[in-house]
Nanobody
Framework: QVQLVESGGGLVQAGGSLRLSCAAS????????MAWFRQAPGKEREFVAA????????YYEDSVKGRFTISRDNAKNTMYLQMNSLKPEDTAVYYC????????????????WGQGTQVTVSS
């Protein structure tokens, strides 16, 4: 079992920044691929970014490339999402997720999920 707890969400003006964190406990942190997804009201949960267990590989959804940066600190069992140049369309609940195989963009491939943290970007 893996437990995931997100934090760092909040209300920010367009153009601002936030850093989300995802703290993991349970099975050894270094065994996971980790990812961020988001879900806006009335929409499907969508892929945002993923990072391999060694941090050697990162993946981003096209709309966040150049604005968001995913990282992880295996010593702290924590993953991060630095979000810059935020836009109103980034407003959503952000979830972290874990799987034991290579990163994918499909939410159904992920085994464990956090409870989510709300990000609201005002125009």
């Amino acid at each position: 079992q893996v437990q995931l707890v997100e934090s760092g969400g909040g209300l920010v003006q367009a153009g601002g920044s936030l850093r989300l964190s995802c703290a993991a406990s349970g099975r050894p942190f270094t065994m996971y691929t980790m990812a961020w997804f988001r879900q806006a009201p009335g929409k499907e949960r969508e892929f945002v970014a993923a990072i391999s267990y060694s941090s050697a590989n990162t993946y981003y959804e096209d709309s966040v490339k150049g604005r968001f940066t995913i990282s992880r600190d295996n010593a702290k069992n924590t993953m991060y999402l630095q979000m810059n140049s935020l836009k109103p369309e980034d407003t959503a609940v952000y979830y972290c997720a874990v799987r034991y195989l290579r990163a994918t963009m499909r939410k159904d491939d992920y085994n464990y999920w956090g409870q989510g943290t709300q990000v609201t970007v005002s125009s």
